[in-house]
């Protein structure tokens, strides 16, 4: 007979059930990475169907990384931070924080303390959007809280804001300016243009900010996107930047490098962001980690979705 506790059961139960439905892995390299039969994981997929547990979200306490959540909100002041396992040959920076993102979203949303919501873009916020459950919100707005670029990946300013709002069955207002304006063109009098004025007050009102985090190389779509004309990747890091948050480039520090690109960023400012009582950063990577540690240390951010990988990166753990 097994000594093993329920608790036990349930926490090897919860991360079997991550590695398969988000990670994406067979049974067998489930097997080989936990140390179990491969009988004992088809066990705990069984288990899981017949608890309830799996419903494209996974549904446990005993999921998270307590002990690392527990660190990272002492370490950086946060408020909350959730831990997603990550596997580490086959890893995946955006799935797994994705998934975690959903499952904290679907949490607060059943609260009903959020009504505004603002979005930034990117990759981990699409596969959040991908493991949301349908729900029917039609009092929820989601607002864009940057411009889009140029080019039309679903993860660009207006995709996100357009399929979090789908996912939600909520209403959505769109940020209609690059994220970039040339800089031949005043800042203010394109913003006092119809409609602006009105979107950015609305960040005023927001109760929660969701943000994601990009370095400075070929892996940013912002870097990809192209920066505007005077701007180069090599002035940004020449100048200290570690990487952006809502197109903010960053030093280690959290303070802005570049007052030029700064001033020509079409989207919420850092200051009116800090005054936004739930500030979500959703992150992973360890190509991400200066400029995590970055946002956090700032405050600019005061929740934490991330994997396990990076939070102990986070944490100066090799």
Known sequence: MSNETSSEADAFTAEVCWHYYVNELTQAEIAKYLGATRLRVNQAIQRARALGMVKIEIESPFLPRLELQDRLQERFGLTRAQVA????????????????????????????????????????????????????????????????????????????????????????????????????????????????????????????????????????YLIQTGLPAGVSEAELTGAGAVGDVVGRFLDEAGQVVSNQLDGCTIGIELEVLRQVPERVLAAAGPHKTAIIRAVLTAGIANVLITDDLTARLLLDEA
Not at 151 to 180: D, H, K, Q, T
Not at 202 to 211: E, M, Q, S, Y
Request: aromatic letters at 10%; proline letters at 5%; one cysteine or more.
């Open 85 to 220: 396992p990550a596997h580490p040959r086959l890893y995946d920076y955006h799935a797994p924080t994705g998934a975690a993102l959903a499952s904290y979203m679907s949490g607060r949303l059943r609260s009903g303390d959020w009504r505004r919501i603002g979005v930034s873009w990117g990759m981990t916020l699409q596969c959040a959007i991908d493991r949301l459950l349908p729900h029917s919100l039609p009092d929820l707005e989601v607002i864009s809280m940057l411009g889009g670029a140029s080019r039309g990946e679903a993860f660009n300013a207006f995709g996100i804001a357009s399929g979090f709002a789908g996912r939600l069955g909520a209403r959505y207002s769109l940020l209609a300016a690059p994220i970039f304006l040339s800089p031949a063109l005043d800042r203010a009098a394109f913003l006092s243009q119809d409609g602006f004025a009105e979107h950015f007050d609305k960040f005023t009102r927001l109760d929660t900010a969701i943000l994601t985090a990009s370095d400075i190389s070929d892996r940013s």
